[in-house]
Protein backbone atom coordinates (compact mmCIF):
# COMPACT_ATOMS: atom_id res chain seq x y z
CA UNK A 1 0.00 0.00 0.00
CA UNK A 2 1.47 3.48 -0.80
CA UNK A 3 0.86 5.84 1.52
CA UNK A 4 1.66 9.20 -0.39
CA UNK A 5 -1.26 11.10 0.01
CA UNK A 6 -3.28 8.61 2.18
CA UNK A 7 -4.71 9.22 4.91
CA UNK A 8 -4.04 7.29 8.54
CA UNK A 9 -6.23 7.51 11.56
CA UNK A 10 -4.22 5.71 14.59
CA UNK A 11 -5.75 5.21 18.03
CA UNK A 12 -2.76 5.32 20.83
CA UNK A 13 -1.14 7.44 18.94
CA UNK A 14 0.39 9.53 21.17
CA UNK A 15 3.62 6.82 22.21
CA UNK A 16 5.06 4.01 21.83
CA UNK A 17 4.48 2.02 18.80
CA UNK A 18 1.28 4.06 17.62
CA UNK A 19 3.30 7.21 18.12
CA UNK A 20 6.38 5.48 16.22
CA UNK A 21 4.10 4.24 13.10
CA UNK A 22 2.62 7.71 13.06
CA UNK A 23 6.03 9.47 12.07
CA UNK A 24 6.74 6.76 10.10
CA UNK A 25 3.63 6.87 7.69
CA UNK A 26 4.04 10.54 7.96
CA UNK A 27 7.51 9.81 6.27
CA UNK A 28 5.79 8.09 3.69
CA UNK A 29 3.86 11.56 3.08
CA UNK A 30 0.56 10.00 4.45
CA UNK A 31 -1.79 12.75 6.46
CA UNK A 32 -2.10 11.22 9.83
CA UNK A 33 -4.77 11.50 12.75
CA UNK A 34 -3.49 10.48 15.66
CA UNK A 35 -6.88 9.62 19.00
CA UNK A 36 -5.75 9.29 21.84
CA UNK A 37 -6.36 10.15 25.71
CA UNK A 38 -3.13 11.92 25.81
CA UNK A 39 -3.75 14.96 24.74
CA UNK A 40 -0.66 16.99 25.91
CA UNK A 41 1.86 14.35 23.81
CA UNK A 42 -0.91 13.75 21.19
CA UNK A 43 -1.26 18.01 20.13
CA UNK A 44 2.93 17.69 20.23
CA UNK A 45 3.90 14.51 17.74
CA UNK A 46 0.80 15.85 15.65
CA UNK A 47 2.32 18.98 15.15
CA UNK A 48 5.68 17.59 14.24
CA UNK A 49 4.22 15.42 11.49
CA UNK A 50 1.91 17.83 10.11
CA UNK A 51 -0.83 16.16 11.32
CA UNK A 52 -3.90 16.07 13.44
CA UNK A 53 -4.91 15.11 17.14
CA UNK A 54 -8.48 14.13 18.32
CA UNK A 55 -9.15 13.20 21.91
CA UNK A 56 -10.74 9.86 21.58
CA UNK A 57 -11.59 7.51 24.21
CA UNK A 58 -11.62 4.27 22.52
CA UNK A 59 -13.86 2.14 25.14
CA UNK A 60 -16.68 4.66 24.02
CA UNK A 61 -17.77 4.62 20.90
CA UNK A 62 -18.92 7.81 20.24
CA UNK A 63 -15.70 9.34 20.05
CA UNK A 64 -14.39 6.62 17.88
CA UNK A 65 -17.03 7.20 15.79
CA UNK A 66 -16.08 11.10 16.12
CA UNK A 67 -12.42 10.20 14.97
CA UNK A 68 -13.02 8.94 12.06
CA UNK A 69 -15.79 11.72 10.75
CA UNK A 70 -13.03 14.30 12.14
CA UNK A 71 -10.69 12.52 9.81
CA UNK A 72 -12.70 12.64 7.10
CA UNK A 73 -13.55 16.07 7.30
CA UNK A 74 -9.81 17.26 8.05
CA UNK A 75 -8.12 14.91 5.02
CA UNK A 76 -11.00 14.46 3.14
CA UNK A 77 -11.06 10.38 3.47
CA UNK A 78 -9.75 7.61 5.50
CA UNK A 79 -7.84 4.90 3.96
CA UNK A 80 -5.55 3.11 6.62
CA UNK A 81 -7.16 2.93 10.36
CA UNK A 82 -4.71 1.74 12.94
CA UNK A 83 -6.53 0.95 15.95
CA UNK A 84 -3.31 0.42 18.34
CA UNK A 85 -4.65 1.77 21.97
CA UNK A 86 -3.91 -0.55 24.60
CA UNK A 87 -3.69 -1.22 28.34
CA UNK A 88 -2.23 -4.16 29.90
CA UNK A 89 -4.41 -5.00 32.35
CA UNK A 90 -2.82 -6.66 35.66
CA UNK A 91 -6.01 -8.07 36.74
CA UNK A 92 -5.81 -11.04 38.63
CA UNK A 93 -7.75 -14.02 37.61
CA UNK A 94 -7.31 -15.16 41.90
CA UNK A 95 -8.81 -14.40 45.19
CA UNK A 96 -8.06 -10.74 44.65
CA UNK A 97 -10.15 -10.71 41.28
CA UNK A 98 -11.47 -6.96 39.75
CA UNK A 99 -14.68 -6.50 38.02
CA UNK A 100 -13.61 -2.99 37.51
CA UNK A 101 -9.81 -3.77 36.10
CA UNK A 102 -11.59 -6.41 34.31
CA UNK A 103 -14.36 -4.17 32.26
CA UNK A 104 -11.36 -1.47 32.27
CA UNK A 105 -9.02 -3.76 30.03
CA UNK A 106 -11.33 -5.34 28.21
CA UNK A 107 -13.48 -1.88 27.40
CA UNK A 108 -10.35 -0.44 25.94
CA UNK A 109 -8.03 -3.67 24.50
CA UNK A 110 -11.30 -5.83 22.48
CA UNK A 111 -14.41 -2.90 22.68
CA UNK A 112 -12.01 -0.35 20.99
CA UNK A 113 -10.67 -2.18 18.07
CA UNK A 114 -14.24 -3.70 17.62
CA UNK A 115 -15.83 0.29 17.93
CA UNK A 116 -13.04 1.05 15.65
CA UNK A 117 -13.33 -1.37 13.36
CA UNK A 118 -17.20 -0.50 12.80
CA UNK A 119 -16.24 2.65 12.53
CA UNK A 120 -13.72 3.25 10.28
CA UNK A 121 -15.25 0.35 7.91
CA UNK A 122 -17.97 2.51 5.49
CA UNK A 123 -15.25 5.04 5.58
CA UNK A 124 -12.33 3.13 4.03
CA UNK A 125 -14.92 1.47 1.58
CA UNK A 126 -16.02 5.14 1.03
CA UNK A 127 -12.56 5.69 -0.02
CA UNK A 128 -12.21 2.92 -2.66
CA UNK A 129 -10.73 0.85 -0.21
CA UNK A 130 -8.01 0.08 2.30
CA UNK A 131 -6.66 -1.57 5.55
CA UNK A 132 -6.97 -2.18 9.00
CA UNK A 133 -4.58 -3.24 11.51
CA UNK A 134 -5.20 -3.61 14.97
CA UNK A 135 -2.77 -4.40 17.22
CA UNK A 136 -3.26 -7.49 19.21
CA UNK A 137 -0.01 -8.87 20.76
CA UNK A 138 2.13 -12.13 20.98
CA UNK A 139 -0.25 -12.71 23.65
CA UNK A 140 -2.92 -12.81 21.45
CA UNK A 141 -0.99 -15.78 20.24
CA UNK A 142 -0.03 -17.62 23.23
CA UNK A 143 -0.53 -18.23 26.93
CA UNK A 144 0.43 -15.29 29.02
CA UNK A 145 -0.06 -16.39 32.74
CA UNK A 146 1.26 -12.72 33.89
CA UNK A 147 -1.92 -11.05 32.62
CA UNK A 148 -4.37 -14.23 31.74
CA UNK A 149 -6.96 -10.76 31.09
CA UNK A 150 -4.52 -9.06 28.81
CA UNK A 151 -4.28 -12.45 26.99
CA UNK A 152 -7.63 -12.91 26.93
CA UNK A 153 -8.74 -9.75 25.25
CA UNK A 154 -5.70 -9.85 22.88
CA UNK A 155 -6.72 -13.34 21.71
CA UNK A 156 -10.18 -11.45 21.21
CA UNK A 157 -8.80 -9.33 18.62
CA UNK A 158 -6.79 -12.35 16.68
CA UNK A 159 -10.34 -14.46 16.79
CA UNK A 160 -12.35 -11.00 15.20
CA UNK A 161 -9.51 -9.94 12.92
CA UNK A 162 -8.87 -13.36 11.31
CA UNK A 163 -13.18 -13.96 11.20
CA UNK A 164 -14.24 -10.97 9.40
CA UNK A 165 -11.28 -10.88 6.72
CA UNK A 166 -13.10 -12.63 3.84
CA UNK A 167 -16.45 -10.44 4.16
CA UNK A 168 -14.46 -7.28 4.43
CA UNK A 169 -12.13 -8.10 1.21
CA UNK A 170 -14.70 -8.54 -0.73
CA UNK A 171 -15.70 -5.03 0.34
CA UNK A 172 -12.03 -3.92 -0.39
CA UNK A 173 -10.80 -3.63 3.08
CA UNK A 174 -8.34 -5.39 4.17
CA UNK A 175 -7.75 -6.90 8.53
CA UNK A 176 -4.76 -7.67 9.83
CA UNK A 177 -3.38 -8.07 13.49
CA UNK A 178 0.06 -6.61 14.15
CA UNK A 179 1.41 -9.12 17.54
CA UNK A 180 4.55 -7.82 18.78
CA UNK A 181 6.54 -9.05 21.68
CA UNK A 182 7.75 -7.20 24.46
CA UNK A 183 8.60 -3.83 23.09
CA UNK A 184 10.74 -0.68 24.46
CA UNK A 185 7.02 1.77 25.28
CA UNK A 186 5.85 2.93 28.50
CA UNK A 187 3.29 -0.05 28.82
CA UNK A 188 6.37 -2.26 30.42
CA UNK A 189 8.10 0.09 32.26
CA UNK A 190 9.64 -0.89 35.13
CA UNK A 191 9.36 -4.07 34.32
CA UNK A 192 11.65 -4.46 31.54
CA UNK A 193 14.35 -6.11 34.00
CA UNK A 194 11.87 -8.48 35.30
CA UNK A 195 11.59 -9.65 31.53
CA UNK A 196 15.38 -9.70 30.42
CA UNK A 197 15.69 -12.23 33.72
CA UNK A 198 12.87 -14.05 32.11
CA UNK A 199 14.73 -14.34 29.07
CA UNK A 200 12.47 -12.24 26.74
CA UNK A 201 14.73 -9.92 24.74
CA UNK A 202 12.91 -6.64 24.39
CA UNK A 203 12.34 -5.14 21.09
CA UNK A 204 13.04 -1.82 19.46
CA UNK A 205 9.83 0.11 18.53
CA UNK A 206 11.48 0.28 15.61
CA UNK A 207 11.54 -3.02 14.92
CA UNK A 208 7.32 -3.36 15.18
CA UNK A 209 7.10 -0.42 12.76
CA UNK A 210 9.02 -2.72 10.49
CA UNK A 211 6.47 -5.54 11.19
CA UNK A 212 4.08 -2.91 10.22
CA UNK A 213 5.31 -2.22 6.89
CA UNK A 214 5.29 -5.80 6.21
CA UNK A 215 1.40 -5.56 6.85
CA UNK A 216 1.31 -2.73 4.34
CA UNK A 217 3.39 -4.45 1.81
CA UNK A 218 1.04 -7.67 1.64
CA UNK A 219 -1.30 -8.84 -0.41
CA UNK A 220 -3.01 -11.22 2.08
CA UNK A 221 -5.70 -10.26 4.40
CA UNK A 222 -6.99 -11.70 7.90
CA UNK A 223 -3.22 -12.90 8.68
CA UNK A 224 -1.56 -12.49 12.59
CA UNK A 225 1.62 -11.07 12.21
CA UNK A 226 4.32 -12.00 14.72
CA UNK A 227 7.03 -9.86 15.48
CA UNK A 228 9.56 -11.19 17.53
CA UNK A 229 13.41 -10.46 18.16
CA UNK A 230 15.47 -11.92 15.48
CA UNK A 231 13.04 -12.91 13.16
CA UNK A 232 11.28 -11.45 9.90
CA UNK A 233 7.60 -10.96 10.95
CA UNK A 234 5.78 -13.12 8.86
CA UNK A 235 2.02 -14.23 9.47
CA UNK A 236 1.23 -16.79 12.31
CA UNK A 237 -0.07 -20.19 10.55
CA UNK A 238 -2.55 -21.65 12.72
CA UNK A 239 -3.24 -25.42 12.86
CA UNK A 240 -6.92 -26.23 11.06
CA UNK A 241 -8.73 -27.64 13.93
CA UNK A 242 -10.20 -30.95 13.49
CA UNK A 243 -13.69 -31.38 12.32
CA UNK A 244 -16.17 -33.84 12.92
CA UNK A 245 -15.47 -37.68 12.68
CA UNK A 246 -19.08 -38.90 11.19
CA UNK A 247 -18.52 -42.45 11.18
N1 LIG B 1 5.08 -2.56 24.22
C1 LIG B 1 4.83 -3.86 24.27
O1 LIG B 1 5.59 -4.64 24.87
C2 LIG B 1 3.63 -4.42 23.53
C3 LIG B 1 3.67 -5.78 23.15
C4 LIG B 1 2.56 -6.30 22.48
C5 LIG B 1 1.47 -5.50 22.19
N2 LIG B 1 1.48 -4.17 22.60
C6 LIG B 1 0.30 -3.39 22.27
O2 LIG B 1 0.71 -2.26 21.54
C7 LIG B 1 -0.28 -1.24 21.65
C8 LIG B 1 0.39 0.09 21.90
O3 LIG B 1 1.01 0.05 23.19
P1 LIG B 1 2.46 0.65 23.46
O4 LIG B 1 3.35 -0.48 23.76
O5 LIG B 1 2.82 1.61 22.39
O6 LIG B 1 2.19 1.38 24.84
P2 LIG B 1 2.06 2.94 25.19
O7 LIG B 1 1.57 2.96 26.60
O8 LIG B 1 3.31 3.63 24.86
O9 LIG B 1 0.94 3.46 24.19
C9 LIG B 1 -0.42 3.19 24.40
C10 LIG B 1 -1.19 4.42 23.97
O10 LIG B 1 -2.60 4.11 24.14
C11 LIG B 1 -3.20 5.26 24.73
N3 LIG B 1 -4.43 4.88 25.40
C12 LIG B 1 -4.60 4.20 26.57
N4 LIG B 1 -5.89 4.08 26.86
C13 LIG B 1 -6.58 4.70 25.86
C14 LIG B 1 -7.95 4.89 25.59
N5 LIG B 1 -8.92 4.47 26.43
N6 LIG B 1 -8.30 5.55 24.44
C15 LIG B 1 -7.35 5.99 23.60
N7 LIG B 1 -6.04 5.84 23.81
C16 LIG B 1 -5.65 5.20 24.92
C17 LIG B 1 -2.14 5.82 25.68
O11 LIG B 1 -2.42 7.17 26.05
C18 LIG B 1 -0.89 5.66 24.85
O12 LIG B 1 -0.66 6.76 24.02
C19 LIG B 1 -1.23 -1.71 22.76
O13 LIG B 1 -2.40 -2.23 22.18
C20 LIG B 1 -0.45 -2.81 23.45
O14 LIG B 1 -1.29 -3.75 24.08
C21 LIG B 1 2.53 -3.63 23.25
Same mark, same amino acid.
Given at each position: ??????? $?????????? #??????? *???? #???????????????????????????????????????????? $???????????????????????????????????????????????????????? #??????????????????????????????????????????????????? %??????????????? *?????? %????????????????????????????????????????? %??????
Amino acid at each position: MDMDGKV $ALITGGSNGI #GEAVARH *LAGQ #GAKVVLADIDDGRGAEVAGDIGGRFIHTDVSRPDHTTAAVAFAV $AEFGALHLAHLNAGVTSWCSMGDDFDPEAYRRAMGINLDGVVYGIAAARPAIIAAG #GGTIVATASMAGLVVAPFDPIYAANKHGVVGLVRSIAESYAAEGVKVHALC %PSFAHTNIIKGSEQT *LLDMGF %PILDVSDVVHGFQHILDSEETGQCWYVVAGRESEPFRFRRA %PGPRLD
